[in-house]
Each structure stands twice: as structure tokens, then as C-alpha cells.
């Protein structure tokens, strides 16, 4: 046994408003588009012409908005997750279903319209794309500077800084790219414009406010920052030292851990790559032969949360992921874990049984595989053995011999054996 010390809970910076506050300003942030996300949530079932032109004059005209002013609202309902698009087909987001009653999904959803900023204010059109991209990963440096200065910074200051930040880019590009020497900035002028239109476009998705010649994060711009930062720190203090390992992989590494120390792990890995990213990661390990991963990834979406919502009501669909996905979805919706099996069918819950029991089987000792035997909701062995034939699962043999390798009963190790032969054979 080997004691962690464990990191304390992180606390943002002193004067953050509660995060109901934080929300109610998220939600005035974005209440246009919203309200178009909810008017085209009304419209999408009627029949209606599906020519954008058409569509964003009739929105102009239902909620009083110009067209342009309905072109930057939609935008920001897809950036923000709260419309989803699905080919030619816009549907709308959880997040517009949750947004009056859960403050985290707003705050969720006005993050990720933070992360987009660069796509809510179009770059100067005569600017190379390249410089763009530079002063985009530069950005973060300068808001920094904000937080610390916790208060107004003059526009010169964060020139200097922003022209400092994208050398310094330049440089380990050329180091780890081995290649020439890197090329001069952008001209004062240009990189002047292009600091204006990052601190214009971090205006506009309310992260800060300009004037007089400086710019100061606003209370959401300052809790945004400080969330980025911690998310790095807790990236930077993987418990297991798994962050840059695969979903399977990291998975594997958690398969040896208590609950707490992997919840801790989970929550590292995720914070190290973008939730869409990191949901459709350990999905796909939970498709794969092993058991054991199946159970472990839907626990790491469990720490997801909300944002997995979408893919994991998909995977549903599938039969293999089907009870797990049920389970998740039912405690996501408040059931108390304790009763979240009753959503299962009882077919669902025995394939549930047999999977459990091939990752007991493969990685488990034999005492736990018995154990695991009187947890199946059957009464008795036979009724148990006749549904477990019946599910067709594809381990349902290997799970049957292990079984009747670990019993102490001779009897029940023979019943076992000869519906292992039954189902590998195709018999009755």
C-alpha cells in the first residue's frame, strides 16, 4: 500500500462570481442565439422551404432581428452545441434542452463558444492564413496576462507580449521541425490588426471588454481562463501516468486501480484533449473483444458527463453496448444507481451478466466468478443457463467452462459444462 497526496479542490480566483451568476451571464451572452435555436427547433417538423435565405428571413421576422443579426445567432447556437448537425439536417443540442434548468451545461456551452472565437469574427481577409493561425495559438499567452493583471491592460502591453509569444512559436517549430531559421514577424501594422481583431473577437463571445485603449476580462472571461489553467495543472498531475496513452491503453493502466484513484485518472486523461474527441475514444474500446474495457470506459463517461449524452443515446442502438449505454443513461437522468438496473430488459440484463462475467473470467479470480453467479436475477441455475443460451452472446461458452471450472459443486460444474456444449454445439 503506498499513500498519494492528494491535490486539494481548486478554488477560482478570489471576486469569481457563484456559478449560477457565471451562468446568468452566459445565458445573456447568448440569449439571441438561443432564441433562434429555439424557434428553428419549432420549425424544422413543419414544411416549410429549406432555402437558408427563406429560413433566415423568416426568423428575422419572427423575432424581430435582422438577417445578419440571425446569421451570427445561428453560428453561435452550433459553436455553442446548441443545434447539432446531422448532414443537411439541423437538430437541436442537449444543450438547448437543459438550458433552463442546469447552469453547467450553459457554462459548458459558453466555453465552447469561447474556444471558438476565432471563427465568430472573421480574420482580416488580406492577412496571411498563417500569421492568423500564429497569433490564434498565441492568444492564450495574452489572456494570461489578463488574469494576472486582474484588471485593465493597456493595448501596447499585450502587443509587446503577443509579438514576444509568436516568436518564441516560430522558434520551437523550427527546433523540432529541424528547419530553417524562422521568418520575420508580421509587420508592426499587421500584427497590430491582427491583436485588434483577437481582442474584438474575444469581445464579441464575452470573455472582455475594450476601451480607452485597453481591454480587461470580463467575470466569464476570467473564470474561462482560470478553468483552461486548471485543466492543464490536473493534465500535468496524471495520478497513474497514463494522460498520453490511448483510451484502451489508459483503460488497461486503470483496470489495476481503486475507484477513486481511477475517477482521478480518468478526469487527467480527459483533461488533456477535447471532450469529442476523448467520448468517441473510449467508445470505441468499449466495442472491442475485452469485457473489462467496456465496463472501465463507461465509467470514464461517467466522469464526461453531460457533453457524452448524444453519442452514449446512440450507442444504445448497438448490442453490445446496449445495457451499458441504458445504465448510464438512466443514472445521467437522476436514477439512483442502486435501482438504474430496472431499466433493463430482462434479455438485457443477462447479456449484461454474461459480459460482467467474461471480464471476471479473463481478469478476475475464480472465487469472484462464483461470487458473480449469485448476483444473475434468475432464481435457479437452470433458468439461468436456458436465458444465458438464449442471449447469444459471443463468449457464452467461454464464460460457461470457466464457470464450471470454478465451482465447488460437482453437480452445477456438470450442468455447466454440458450447456457450454449445447451452445457451442447448437444444440438445445
Not at 465552447?112 to 500569421?131: C, E, Q, R, T
Request: aromatic share 4%.
Amino acid at each position: 500500500m503506498t499513500t498519494r497526496r492528494t491535490r486539494p479542490v481548486p478554488r477560482p480566483p478570489e471576486g469569481t462570481p457563484p456559478p449560477a451568476e457565471l451562468a446568468r451571464q452566459a445565458r445573456t451572452v447568448l440569449a439571441d442565439a438561443v432564441r433562434i435555436a429555439r424557434w428553428a427547433a419549432v420549425e424544422r417538423d413543419r414544411d416549410h422551404d429549406r432555402d437558408a435565405t427563406t429560413a433566415t428571413q423568416r426568423a428575422a421576422a419572427a423575432l424581430g432581428l435582422t438577417a445578419a443579426q440571425v446569421r451570427a445567432g445561428w453560428d453561435r447556437a452550433r459553436l455553442a452545441g446548441l443545434v447539432e448537425l446531422h448532414g443537411d439536417t439541423a437538430r437541436p443540442g442537449w444543450r438547448l434542452r437543459a438550458w433552463d434548468r442546469d447552469d453547467s451545461a450553459v457554462l459548458r456551452g459558453w466555453v465552447a463558444l469561447f474556444d471558438a472565437w476565432s471563427l465568430v469574427h472573421p480574420a482580416p481577409g488580406d492577412v496571411a492564413p498563417a500569421a492568423v493561425a500564429e497569433v490564434v495559438e498565441a492568444v492564450p499567452q495574452v489572456l494570461s496576462l489578463l488574469q494576472l493583471s486582474a484588471g485593465p491592460v493597456l493595448v501596447p502591453a499585450l502587443l509587446d507580449l503577443l509579438g514576444q509569444r509568436v516568436a518564441e512559436l516560430r522558434e520551437e517549430r523550427c527546433e523540432v521541425q529541424g528547419g530553417p531559421l524562422p521568418q520575420p514577424l508580421p509587420g508592426p501594422d499587421s500584427l497590430a490588426r491582427l491583436l485588434d481583431w483577437a481582442l474584438e473577437g474575444l469581445a464579441a463571445v464575452g470573455a472582455l471588454t475594450l476601451g480607452d485603449g485597453q481591454a480587461t476580462l470580463t467575470p466569464l472571461g476570467n473564470w474561462a481562463v482560470w478553468v483552461k489553467l486548471e485543466q492543464i495543472c490536473v493534465a500535468a498531475q496524471s495520478p497513474a501516468g497514463h494522460i498520453e496513452q490511448s483510451a484502451e491503453d489508459m483503460l488497461r493502466g486503470c483496470a489495476r486501480l481503486t475507484p477513486g484513484p481511477a475517477r482521478a485518472e480518468y478526469r487527467a486523461w480527459l483533461a488533456a484533449r477535447p471532450v469529442g474527441s476523448a467520448v468517441t475514444e473510449l467508445l470505441d474500446a468499449a466495442r472491442g473483444e475485452d469485457s473489462l474495457l467496456r465496463g472501465l470506459a463507461f465509467e470514464a463517461l461517467r466522469v464526461v458527463g453531460a457533453p457524452a449524452e448524444a453519442e452514449v443515446r446512440a450507442a444504445a442502438d448497438e448490442v453490445c453496448l446496449r445495457p451499458y449505454a441504458l445504465l448510464w443513461l438512466a443514472e445521467y437522468e437522476g436514477a439512483d444507481p442502486d435501482d438504474a438496473p430496472d431499466v433493463l430488459t430482462r434479455e438485457e440484463a443477462t447479456w449484461l451478466w454474461v459480459d460482467t462475467a467474461a471480464a471476471v473470467a479473463d481478469h478476475g479470480e475464480s472465487a469472484l466468478l462464483v461470487r458473480h453467479l449469485e448476483s444473475a436475477v434468475q432464481g435457479t441455475v437452470p433458468a439461468l443457463l436456458d436465458e444465458v443460451r438464449a442471449v447469444g452472446h459471443p463468449r457464452t461458452v467461454q464464460v460457461l467452462v470457466a464457470l464450471a471450472a470454478a465451482h465447488p459443486d460437482p453437480a452445477l460444474a456438470k450442468a455447466m459444462r454440458r450447456a457450454a456444449f449445447q451452445v457451442h454445439t447448437g444444440g438445445a
